[in-house]
């Protein structure tokens, strides 16, 4: 069940909503750079629909123990809390990059979900040790 910021207080797993704004916006960026610089155009537009791609087939469920990414209904990845050290948001007012950082690696994701729910979230099952 995707969830909204309103109805988070008592589930015990939440699925991010999905969020259009970024890939939308550089996917509509590379049109006017098509006709400037078709070169650069290229690849932003390519990573523009990627981007796309990702939003409609990945998603994100915050359990009690972990934050788990799915791709359609299969699980892909499971990062537990529990090896996490560090979390950030870049650019909160218009947040665009989800950083986190576990014990042994460091994880960057384009913020293609509800960026709200996804603070709350955090806030909730791994709160920042700042």
Request: proline share 8%; glycine share 0%.
């Amino acid at each position: 069940m995707i969830t909204s910021p309103s109805n988070i207080t008592n589930q015990t797993t939440i699925e991010l909503a999905p969020s259009y704004k970024i890939p939308l916006f550089l996917i509509i960026v590379s049109i006017p750079l098509l006709l400037v610089k078709w070169w650069l155009s290229l690849p932003v537009s390519l990573f523009g629909l990627f981007l796309l791609l990702q939003t409609v087939t990945l998603r994100l469920q915050f359990s009690e123990t972990a934050l788990d990414i799915y791709r359609s209904q299969s699980l892909i990845r499971r990062f537990p809390y529990s090896e996490w050290s560090n979390w950030r948001i870049f650019w909160p007012k218009v947040p665009i990059l989800f950083y986190f950082k576990e014990v042994k690696s460091i994880h960057f994701l384009p913020i293609i979900f509800d960026a709200k729910t996804l603070t709350i979230c955090l806030e909730k099952y791994c709160p920042r040790q700042d």
